[in-house]
């Protein structure tokens, strides 16, 4: 499971407007493992994720999901995708967007409450979502990811604006559903989350610096926390760019 990948990108290249956002990047990312896509604000952690989706346009490469080309029609039952802009109906109650997004998605009824109760929000399934702190809509969009037990998670900074008790029962989630098989791939700039990560991705301006464990990242850059290991990938970078 470890050595087989969910997800194959070659060469990938995308351009948004006038900007070259991700100019050739390949990574693998295993089944069953939870993946941090690390990195600052504009790096292209969410173009990447997008691509992978299938709802980004791509210049030019070449991205498998789960044996099949990204975006096509059979993939969309088998992948949860949370972006980083909650993705629901603002007057809709919480309940009924995911009665609808279910329907949608083909899962069973009891999946709503299923999902209201991982992400904390039972009590408030009867709330109109415009009501809601930013929190707790992300919350929202997170349960509609979760909806019919996708095979892989794709998830824009999910623990944004929550409080650090629900970020820990999120991530001790995120654990178990990899331990049951699930592929995660969990954006964040955040670099404490990257050490509850089983692999990493680390983007700079639209390329990769690091695909590694977190281990073999602290090992090789001679440093003690994921933080400091990317500031000395960056600084590397900068100097070859200057040489």
Known sequence: MMNSPAITVSGLRVRRGDRLVIPDLSCRIPAGTITGLLGPSGCGKTTLMRSIV???VVESGSID?????????PLRSKIGYQPQAPAVYQDLTVREN????????GAPAADVDRVLGIVDLAAHADQIVMRMSGGEEARVSLAVALLGRPELLILDEPTVGLDPVLRRDLWELFVKLA????????????????????????MRDGRLLA???????LQRTGTVDIGSAFLQLIDRAQQEVHR
Not at 65 to 73: F, R, S, Y
Not at 183 to 197: K, N, P, Y
Request: hydrophobic share 45%; net charge negative.
């Open 211 to 217: 695909d590694e464990t977190p281990a073999q990242l």
């Open 54 to 56: 299938g709802v980004q």
């Open 98 to 105: 995911l009665r609808y997004f279910s329907r949608i998605l």
């Open 179 to 202: 331990a049951g098989g699930t592929t995660l791939l969990v954006s964040s700039h955040v670099m404490d989350e990257a050490e509850r990560c089983q692999r990493l991705l680390l």
């Open 65 to 73: 999901v789960l044996g099949l080309p990204a975006g096509v029609a």
